[in-house]
């Protein structure tokens, strides 16, 4: 009986990351929003909305937006290439959501032990979407807040 | 038996009734004499009152068994109908429908008990009776329904009281004639108790060792099937002296029972009791009613047959039934048979295509020539299906929407004797069809331009008699379908719309300067009243005025991908027109390219497509406009809209797609047509969904997304 629930909290503790590639750094998704990465694909502008949007793209028959992680962040713009992909992820409140990365890396598998909430953005607003950086061996990643991401700041 | 699988079944078709009886009664106030429309409104309340019954929904039953018999007066010609009756009989199914509610709600009746309708119903048939001279047949039944309310609900009533039949009387009869004696038992069983029926077999059992049981109340059947409470009676016939004692305690050895209660009976006092019957359930009632008196000041004799005791009845809930609290949710469409059998036969057709495009596949020795062939043709035929399931899929989601404007002449009526203005509706044009999601939100809109109509366009009478008006004010509901759209008005000829009062409002309101009032036209001074919290009601009223109306009426329609439009002649009367789109999902569109861009511009907002000379582009106010065919359009450059890259290379001619909307038009400059297409509308998700100029997006054949425009949004 103990030993299950002690197999339980160990398997609670660790989240599973996606990392993900941006400009020079890495960033982690926690994989339980992710529904899906495809490959880069024509993106359909949509005007007059916010500037961080590149637009949207057809998922299987749905119409899904696709948002430049580099855009919201305040890098500069994407350049599309072979490894470029977008990240589907699949919120509660905001449905489905891409976001554009460079290239996906990896599957990390990081325990609270792994990441040091203790966060201190020194790029101003532009980097509130952080909420804790993992340590995979040597590697630092960045591990996204999600639904700050997502939501609409216009900031960019 | 469990009756929840029916649920939705009854509610679909209480609705239908309760609109039935609904437009009856509408029918008779006007011609009472009306014997189809009598016998109509007669099967329907029997039928609503059969299924209540069947749904074991007790109130419901009992209040729609009152009003069947109130209709059963009006069809023999005892009950006259009055303005006062057909405002009961309308209370009574504003109650049926709260019952409705509640069991939609909870798949329970609830505990209402209605009994103030119940009593009024039954006055009207006292009175009825008092007039007529022969009423025994219709008297009987009210009088036997609430003798079996009243054994039901209360405990005290014993086997003296047990209600039979004649046959089982005359049973009983010519077994005391031969000597046997009878005796009758009212067995009680534990209120625990979850196999009632078992019980009550093994009761039986102890019994039928002493002699027979001659009668049941209630009756074997409903026994077995546990439709009781927790005492029934019965009636046993022996040939010898039995010991009473020994066949109370062989009853009461079955395990979960009570008490048992017995002594010697004989025919005569249940026929002596029957002639007392009418006297102690009048005092029953009587007693049941008096409360009720009490609050209801003036209240007359009280009724002959009249509801339960109330307190019994609200704490019997029978312990057998489960209680499911689930609301029932789930919506249901009816769909004329046809439709599905066409939706059915394109199916196949579909397998059809299908099979033989895969025999052509694995068919790979002909010459490729005739392959390519019998492909093109397999895809055309195809594509025919395809499009024609499309269009069967739209039918079946289309419904009329009398279902959604049906309820609007009992509404009128009802603003007509509040508001103390005689007025009418006529409504043209209810089978007009709609998707079902949009005939399922106009109603709220509709019912509010309706109760605008009735409240502040329909004159006091007196006005109107100035006005040389007919007194009665007209308020027209009609609809019908244009090209894409559905088109529905609501008219009246009542006062108008005071434009010189809305623009005092305005500039009160500071909505606008006094000056730039006086160059308002009177189109543009009515737009302000569909500004949120723009009331003109002079006082507030429950009908309509609360500043909350037809903005909301216009953000409805707006959010149905609909618009409504005003036209008012002061002293004449306003009519409102609400246009809808027959469906939400597919639309006829024309696809535009601009740059490299393409977008979707749906159909029915595009009057013509011009081709025109750059040199014919006039200006005025800076603004590009051009003159065609005595009408000055304004231009709106796409590409300067829509942030897209300059052009490099002026051309001679442009391509103008004009637009309309209502009366208004504007003339779109885009690159290239593409051509016209149906296309299928899909939201851009909630995220990006943050500029009016878009209003959804499709996907093209190719897989590549196109955004739609929303042409309301230039204007």
């Known amino acids: 009986m103990s030993d299950k629930y002690n197999l339980e909290v160990v398997e609670e503790e660790k989240n599973q990351y996606i990392v993900v590639s941006i400009g020079s750094e890495q960033y982690g998704i926690d994989i339980s929003y992710v529904d899906n990465i495809v490959r880069m694909q024509k993106i359909t502008r949509v005007p007059k909305s916010l500037p961080y949007y590149r637009g949207v793209i057809n998922l299987r028959g749905e119409v899904v937006p696709v948002?430049?992680?580099?855009?919201?962040?305040?890098?500069?713009?994407?350049?599309?290439?072979?490894?470029?992909?977008?990240?589907?992820?699949?919120?509660?409140?905001?449905?489905?959501?891409?976001?554009?990365?460079?290239?996906?890396?990896?599957?990390?598998?990081?325990?609270?032990d792994d990441i040091d909430q203790n966060v201190h953005s020194t790029k101003g607003d532009n980097g509130n979407f952080i909420n804790g950086i993992g340590k995979n061996g040597e590697d630092l990643i960045s591990i996204f807040d999600v639904y700050s991401i997502v939501d609409a700041v216009e900031n960019a | 038996m469990d009756v929840s699988q029916y649920l939705e079944i009854f509610i679909d078709e209480t609705a239908e009734h309760i609109q039935a009886l609904s437009d009856g009664i509408m029918v008779l106030e006007n011609e009472p004499e009306d014997k189809d429309t009598i016998n109509e409104i007669f099967r329907a309340a029997h039928s609503l009152k059969g299924m209540a019954g069947t749904m074991g929904f007790k109130r419901m039953q009992h209040l729609t068994h009152d009003m069947e018999n109130v209709f059963q007066e009006i069809r023999n010609d005892k009950v006259k109908i009055n303005s006062d009756l057909i405002d009961i009989l309308f209370d009574c199914l504003d109650a049926i429908e709260g019952y409705l509610d509640t069991v939609k709600q909870t798949s329970d009746e609830g505990t209402e008990d209605n009994e103030v309708l119940i009593k009024k119903l039954n006055e009207y048939l006292k009175k009825a009776e008092d007039g007529g001279s022969e009423a025994p047949v219709e008297e009987a039944k009210p009088v036997e329904e609430a003798k079996e309310e009243t054994e039901e609900t209360s405990e005290e009533s014993d086997y003296t009281t047990m209600h039979l039949d004649e046959e089982t009387k005359d049973a009983m009869k010519k077994a005391e004639d031969a000597g046997s004696l009878l005796y009758g038992f009212t067995v009680q069983i534990n209120k625990e108790c979850l196999l009632k029926a078992a019980r009550a077999f093994l009761v039986f059992k102890a019994v039928e060792d002493f002699g027979e049981i001659v009668a049941y109340d209630p009756s074997v059947q409903d026994i077995e099937d546990e439709k009781f409470e927790f005492t029934f009676h019965i009636v046993v016939c022996t040939n010898e002296e039995p010991d009473l004692d020994a066949m109370k305690k062989a009853m009461g050895a079955v395990s979960e029972i009570d008490s048992v209660e017995g002594g010697k009976v004989s025919v005569a006092d249940f026929h002596e009791k029957d002639a007392k019957e009418e006297k102690t359930a009048e005092e029953v009632k009587e007693e049941a009613a008096a409360p009720e008196v009490k609050e209801e000041a003036p209240a007359p004799a009280p009724a002959p047959s009249a509801a339960p005791a109330p307190a019994p009845t609200a704490s019997k809930t029978p312990a057998a039934k489960p209680k499911t609290n689930k609301p029932v949710t789930s919506r249901t469409i009816r769909v004329d048979i046809e439709k599905l059998?066409?939706?059915?036969?394109?199916?196949?057709?579909?397998?059809?295509?299908?099979?033989?495009?895969?025999?052509?596949?694995?068919?790979?020795?002909?010459?490729?020539?005739?392959?390519?062939?019998?492909?093109?043709?397999?895809?055309e035929y195809l594509e025919r299906i395809t499009t024609n399931l499309h269009e069967s899929v739209m039918k079946v989601r289309m419904v009329p929407i009398e279902s959604t404007v049906n309820k609007f002449p009992r509404m009128i009526r009802d603003l007509s004797r509040k508001l103390g203005k005689p007025m009418e509706l006529y409504m043209s044009g209810e089978d007009t069809e709609l998707d079902r999601t949009v005939v399922d939100q106009i109603g709220d809109p509709l019912q509010h331009l309706l109760r605008n109509s009735a409240d502040h366009g329909i004159e006091s009478p007196e006005l109107r008699k100035e006005r040389g008006k007919p007194e009665?004010?007209?308020?027209?509901?009609?609809?019908?379908?244009?090209?894409?759209?559905?088109?529905?008005?609501?008219?009246?000829?009542?006062?108008?719309?005071?434009?010189?009062?809305?623009?005092?409002?305005?500039?009160?309101?500071?909505?606008?300067?006094?000056?730039?009032?006086?160059?308002?036209?009177?189109?543009?001074?009515?737009?302000?009243?569909?500004?949120?919290?723009?009331?003109?009601?002079?006082?507030?009223?429950?009908?309509?005025?609360?500043?909350?109306?037809?903005?909301?009426?216009?953000?409805?329609?707006?959010a149905l991908g609909g618009d409504v439009e005003v036209k008012s002649v002061f002293g004449q009367g306003s009519t409102f027109t609400v246009r809808l789109p027959l469906t939400l999902a597919i639309i006829q569109a024309l696809m535009v390219e601009v740059r490299d861009e393409k977008y979707a511009i749906a159909l029915e907002s595009i009057q013509n497509i011009e081709n025109i000379p750059v040199s014919e582009i006039k200006y005025v106010q800076a603004k590009e406009v051009i003159h065609l065919r005595g009408t000055v359009i304004p231009l709106i450059r796409l590409d300067d809209l829509l942030d897209c890259p300059p052009k490099e290379d002026d051309p001679e001619n442009i391509v103008v797609v004009i637009v309309k909307k209502g009366d208004s038009f504007a003339g779109i400059v885009v690159d290239n047509l593409i051509g016209q297409q149906e296309i299928v509308i899909k939201s851009m998700g909630k995220v990006i969904e943050n500029n009016k100029l878009i209003s959804g997006a499709t996907i093209l054949g190719d897989g590549e997304v196109a955004l739609i425009l929303d042409v309301n949004a230039l204007f």
């Open chain 1, 67 to 112: 948002m430049s992680a580099r855009r919201k962040m305040g890098l500069e713009d994407d350049v599309f290439t072979k490894a470029s992909r977008i990240i589907i992820l699949k919120l509660e409140a905001q449905g489905m959501v891409g976001i554009v990365v460079d290239e996906v890396k990896e599957v990390v598998s990081l325990g609270q």
């Open chain 2, 341 to 379: 059998d066409s939706l059915m036969n394109q199916v196949s057709e579909l397998i059809i295509a299908k099979n033989s495009l895969v025999a052509m596949s694995s068919s790979n020795g002909a010459d490729t020539q005739s392959q390519s062939q019998s492909f093109h043709e397999e895809i």
């Open chain 2, 472 to 558: 009665e004010g007209s308020i027209f509901l009609s609809a019908y379908q244009e090209g894409n759209n559905v088109i529905i008005q609501v008219r009246d000829d009542g006062n108008g719309i005071d434009t010189e009062n809305v623009k005092r409002k305005a500039v009160e309101r500071g909505i606008v300067s006094e000056e730039e009032a006086e160059n308002l036209t009177d189109k543009e001074i009515i737009n302000f009243l569909f500004m949120p919290s723009f009331s003109m009601a002079k006082k507030i009223t429950d009908i309509s005025g609360r500043g909350v109306g037809l903005d909301v009426v216009k953000s409805n329609i707006e």
